[in-house]
């Protein structure tokens, strides 16, 4: 995880610069530092687990069981999603 | 249902540029653009004039939207690059922008996803514009901003009533207004000069089969919307995935392997959208 912003303080100097490779210890003093909130990269999504980013997918398709096109898609997506949470 | 006729909403929605709650930039943008007459020069000049316009337009054609990373910069160079139509939607859709994140959470990225998708089809597709198709796509949902502006807290009441009962939102604003944001957008889109083939598109981007003229553009914006929605990107109102239409899809004539290549294609775009998204100031 990479910080996808510098972090500043309230005086605009910067205490961490953008990119910087969050380790546990760095976590820790960040927590420390009072700060309302960082940037990371990948963002929360890319963090969610692959059961549950399948699961949504089949939520969003549950009204198009007797749709063979909708099928095409969801199976495309269902595969595509499948290699990309593979990684 | 909403106590109003079709006549009387339209007339609302036409004038939502007079809305309180619409972005400044907006206003003063639309009077420079709505007029038809408007040369590159003029606009050019207006948006340079502007630091925050010239930044946010700037900052999206070196976005992935548009393949030109890094190497636009100044408004006059977009310009040229890109077509006057294109600069055009584009300075609409960073100035929607604002309305949009308000308006509902997560249509932005939806508008921005399904822009990448479209110009990922139309390049696919060897369309001559897909710069162009891909505006289209940004603006595509433009008749919801309308909506949400016009009509909040009823807006806001639909889109909870859909979530409920397992509906489309499109199926939602039919029983509540009897019309859709595909016509509140198209009514917007005429109202403020948009070129005609941004209008037909917008009107008929859930029945693309019905456009007169850019069938094939409304056809390829009416896929990116529903592959950008299967992805689970961004939020267009409800939780479903409206269905491909038929005569659109064996009309484009691709494949299940095409399909697949692109949504490689659109992982790696949406990743550069997403960080777009989060890096707003």
Redesign the interface.
């Given at each position: 995880m990479k910080l996808s912003r510098a972090v500043v303080n309230d005086s605009g100097m910067v205490l961490l610069p953008q990119g910087t490779v969050l380790t546990d210890s760095l976590i820790q003093r960040i927590e420390n530092m009072n700060l309302t909130s960082i940037s990371v990269e990948g963002g929360a999504e890319s963090r969610k687990p692959k059961e549950e980013v399948l699961a949504e997918l089949e939520h969003r398709f549950r009204k198009s069981d007797d749709q063979p096109l909708m099928q095409v898609i969801k199976r495309a997506m269902r595969e595509h999603l499948e290699a990309v949470y593979n990684k | 249902m909403i106590d109003k006729d079709v006549r009387a909403i339209r007339a609302e929605i036409e004038r939502i540029d007079t809305l309180p709650t619409i972005p400044t930039i907006l206003k003063k943008l639309l009077s420079v653009i709505e007029n038809p007459k408007a040369s590159l020069s003029t606009i050019g000049s207006f948006v340079s004039n502007d630091p925050v316009l010239t930044s946010r337009v700037l900052r999206m054609v070196n976005s992935p939207l548009y393949g030109f990373p890094g190497r636009i910069s100044s408004v006059n160079q977009a310009l040229i690059l890109l077509g006057l139509n294109v600069v055009r939607g584009l300075l609409l859709g960073v100035s929607v922008f604002e309305a949009m994140q308000k308006a509902m959470f997560g249509l932005w990225e939806h508008s921005l996803g399904t822009a990448v998708a479209a110009r990922i089809i139309a390049k696919r597709k060897k369309l001559s514009e897909p710069e162009e198709v891909s505006v289209a796509a940004l603006l595509h949902d433009l008749g919801k901003v309308a909506f949400s502006l016009k009509f909040p807290a009823e807006y806001e009441n639909l889109l909870k009533d859909v979530e409920d009962r397992?509906l489309l939102i499109v199926e939602g604003e039919k029983e509540f207004f009897g019309v859709t944001h595909a016509d509140a957008g198209a009514w917007v889109a005429k109202r403020w000069n948009f070129p005609p083939n941004l209008i037909e598109i917008i009107e008929y981007h859930h029945k693309p089969h019905l456009a007169k003229n850019f069938g094939t553009q409304a056809a390829v914006v009416h896929l990116a919307d529903?592959?950008i929605?299967?992805?689970?990107f961004g939020f267009a109102g409800d939780?479903?995935?409206p269905?491909?239409n038929?005569a659109a899809?064996y009309g484009l004539g691709l494949t299940?392997n095409d399909?697949?290549d692109m949504?490689?294609e659109l992982?790696e775009s949406l990743a550069e959208a997403?960080?777009f998204v989060?890096?707003d100031d």
């Open positions: - | 397992s529903i592959l929605r299967a992805r689970g939780s479903l995935v269905h491909l038929q899809w299940e399909l697949k949504l490689s992982e997403s960080d989060l890096s």
